[in-house]
């Protein structure tokens, strides 16, 4: 139930009379991606393409960009920050770890108020207490929280307008993902993969919260759209029960939309990821298993699908298909990329979802062959599928070698797009791992995977890390820059010709988008795990802002290159830059 609340559990401090913030309409999200005064939505435009069209810092001046501010989250709650920072009338609102989220001054970084949502005891989330952003709509800043809440704040006080339950967190549901706008609709997904949850795409009311429809992405479950009273109106099953999944287990189907997707006015879809069906043992549900570890296209204005894409059928390494889709324009068609969690890029028609081109973004690929174009499916090595614990002492079955491993090819750090140079940078990684097969039923709310693994460096490759500009119409690298490190941050370009990116190592890196050559780096005292970010402030500078705090699921689950880094520090912070005069 939907509850509007009034300057509930807010801490405000601020240090300046407010001024009242003009709405943000539906007109200038649309307009994010070329607007440069402002930042509006998670992915720089809803396209995701995260390119700004700012020309003032390039390859021949970036040696005076210098910081301007830098604003730390203070307290203990470190961890990860993943946090794309969103900009408007001179505002800077940005969230970090724990479901916290600051409102500051853009160009000075003082802060005008904060909010910290409060956590239950028993949350679980999955793979660190992230948060990746906030969304923008009238005069709202919207975010989810990790009990899977969905709040909406006034952009002046930090008073909460209304917030609303996405789901029952002791059944494993979470909230990471940056929330979308489209037509005035907040599109969100769900968080928990893990433990057995069903994945879904939310639309509701950006301004009340009210609830539009529900499209879930496991097949067999009913979708629904809701009357202004609240009531449900049956919207169709999603795809056919039982189709591609055997018995009972699409009931707990996995499939979770934890990164959030993607909105393209020209087709008007929403482009969601789905993540690994549940359990990861995939000897226990034969069949594809639709819609997991697939891009999804759902019409905004009926809650359907209108067409998907499945990257890896019966998945049996837990190769996610969340990974964002962005749009952009080419051969006078407009068609989406994907670098998949698997290791292969895919080209796909964004108003059809037909197949154009699928070729590897990383080096060594175990589990298939490669991708038939004709078919669109993968042609699948039986041997480095993981074995079937049945088949030996109903214990364990035999441990194969992957490659990628299962944090990825690429994993949460969005990727960005350049319709300058006709590049994609992804920031990609190369390594493997052992994996195994174990029996394993369901439990509400408990770990729900059927598998063990150890993550694992590649023999004779001497990086982990590798930012990769990508061309999609012939699938060549036309340069990288490697690191030692896996990468975990995200990519911007920009119209001054400059690739930007984080390192674990503590870095903020640039790079010349045409060459690779390196042009610039800074030192944040942390691991940077997020997305830069560049706008144009009121004095006519352009700015560049990066969250910086290690943490995410490298450290966590990732066994063997986790000991390989675990020198680095945790932190928790905002670093802005400009050029000095």
Not at 41 to 49: A, D, I, L, N, Y
Not at 173 to 180: D, F, G, L, Q, V
């Amino acid at each position: 139930m939907r509850k509007t609340l009034i300057g509930a559990m807010v801490a405000a401090a601020l240090v300046a009379p407010a001024v009242a913030s003009a709405g943000v309409t539906d007109a200038m999200i649309q307009n994010d991606a070329k607007s440069t005064e402002d930042i509006l939505s998670w992915g720089m435009g809803t396209e995701g393409q995260r390119y700004s069209p700012l020309k003032q810092i390039t390859p021949q001046n970036i040696s005076k960009l210098t910081p301007v501010w830098s604003f730390s989250f203070g307290g203990e709650k470190q961890r990860g920050q993943e946090s794309q920072p969103v900009i408007h009338n001179g505002k800077m609102f940005v969230t970090a770890s724990y479901s916290r989220i600051y409102a500051l001054n853009a160009e000075t970084g003082e802060k005008i108020w904060k909010y910290e949502h409060r956590l239950p005891e028993g949350i679980m989330p999955c793979c660190d207490v992230v948060n990746r952003g906030a969304a923008l709509y009238d005069n709202l800043v919207i975010f989810s929280t990790l009990d899977a809440q969905l709040v909406a704040l006034d952009q002046d006080t930090g008073k909460v307008v209304w917030k609303d339950k996405i789901d029952d967190y002791a059944a494993g549901y979470s909230n990471t993902a940056a929330p979308i706008i489209a037509n005035g609709l907040v599109l969100t997904g769900v968080s928990g993969g893990e433990f057995g949850v069903v994945g879904r795409v939310e639309a509701r009311d950006a301004k009340t919260g009210q609830m539009v429809w529900v499209r879930p992405t496991v097949e067999g479950h009913m979708g629904y759209k809701f009357d202004k009273d609240g009531n449900k109106i049956e919207n169709g099953i999603s795809g056919t029960t039982n189709a591609s999944w055997k018995g009972d287990l699409w009931k707990t189907g996995g499939a979770a939309t934890w990164l959030g997707g993607t909105y393209d006015p020209k087709t008007g879809l929403a482009y969601f990821g789905t993540g690994n069906p549940a359990p990861w043992n995939s000897h226990m549900r034969p069949g594809d298993n639709l819609f997991s570890c697939s891009t999804v296209a759902v019409d905004v204005k009926t809650g359907q699908i209108k067409w998907h894409y499945q990257g890896t059928p019966n998945d049996g390494w837990d190769y996610d298909g969340v990974n964002e889709f962005v749009t952009f324009d080419l051969n006078g068609k407009r068609v989406g990329g994907k670098a998949d969690r698997n290791g292969f890029f895919y080209v796909i028609d964004a108003n059809n979802g037909k197949l154009e081109n699928a070729f590897p973004f990383v080096k060594k690929i175990t589990w298939a062959k490669g991708v038939d174009l004709k078919t669109g499916r993968p042609i699948f090595d039986p041997a480095n599928r993981p074995g079937d614990p049945t088949v030996k002492d109903g214990k364990k079955g035999e441990t194969v070698f992957s490659a990628p491993s299962f944090l990825g090819g690429k994993n949460q750090m969005p990727m960005a797009y350049s319709p300058d140079t006709g590049l994609f940078y992804v920031p990609a990684n190369e390594w493997g791992m052992e994996i195994w097969n174990e029996p394993i039923t369901y439990k509400k709310g408990a770990a729900y995977l059927g598998a063990g693994f150890t993550i694992k460096t590649l023999p004779g490759v001497d990086y982990i890390g590798a930012l990769r500009a990508m061309n999609p119409k012939t699938g060549k690298i036309e340069w990288e820059i490697t690191n030692n490190a896996p990468l975990w941050g995200g990519v911007l370009t920009t119209g001054g010709n400059l690739v930007f990116w984080g390192t674990p190592e503590g870095y903020l890196k640039a790079a010349d988008a045409k060459t690779g050559k390196e042009v610039w780096k800074f030192q944040t005292g942390t691991g940077v795990v997020a997305p830069p970010v560049t706008w144009k402030g009121k004095d006519g500078n352009q700015y560049v802002a990066v969250v910086a705090g290690w943490g995410g699921a490298v450290p966590l689950w990732g066994g063997d290159v986790a000991k390989r880094v675990n020198y680095l520090e945790q932190g928790g912070s905002v670093w802005v830059f400009k050029l000095s005069k």
